[in-house]
């Protein structure tokens, strides 16, 4: 399956492209002060653990053939319509071209009329002012702060 846009695509996660991915990642200070360094191992795990998991939608976000970002929606939960959003881009390179922005319309709007969820969950560290940003723009509404994270909630209405 392959969800496109207007600058990015969406299509399915492969262990190939967990690596593509993960081989250019450079972790944004946004989301942790920690370096990363690629793993093959760790990303074979990873990719068996997250991707494979089967209460998972992964996608890989393509602009020009090129992965950019990777993107889930997480714990769904089909008795309760409901599924967690998240979102990753490879480097600060791809930011503010709104490729993330695209991307997470595009699976909120799959996981609404094709998945049919109701709710979608979603949270941004404190300090990714960019993320908070993106999410409210996209319609979601402010739950509560805790230590670390702020919290969203999307409703269908």
């Keep these: 399956m392959v969800l496109k846009g207007e600058k990015i695509v ?10 593509e991915f993960y081989k250019e990642y450079v972790a944004d200070p946004a989301m942790t002060y920690e370096t990363y360094t690629y793993d093959v191992e760790e990303v ?3 990719f068996q653990n997250k991707v494979l998991d089967l209460s998972r939608l992964f996608f890989a976000i393509c602009h020009n053939d090129k992965i950019v970002g ?3 929606i997480k714990q769904i939960d089909l008795e309760k319509l409901s599924g967690t959003l998240s979102v ?6 791809y930011k503010g071209k709104g490729y993330g922005t695209e991307a997470q319309r595009l699976l909120i709007d799959y996981a609404i009329n094709k998945l049919g969820l109701k ?5 941004a560290i404190h300090r990714n002012i960019r993320s908070k940003h993106v ?8 739950l509560y702060d805790n230590d ?6 999307f409703s269908v209405k």
Excluded: M, W
Excluded at 10 to 19: E, F
Excluded at 119 to 123: C, F, N, Q, S
Excluded at 135 to 142: N, T
């Design 135 to 142: 999410l409210e723009k996209l319609g979601f509404e402010y």
């Design 119 to 123: 709710t979608i969950y979603a949270d």
């Design 44 to 46: 074979n795990r990873y």
């Design 88 to 93: 990753h881009l490879v480097n600060d390179s």
């Design 10 to 19: 969406l299509v399915p996660y492969t262990i190939a492209r967990c690596h």
């Design 70 to 72: 990777e993107i889930q």
């Design 148 to 153: 670390v994270f702020t919290y969203y909630k």
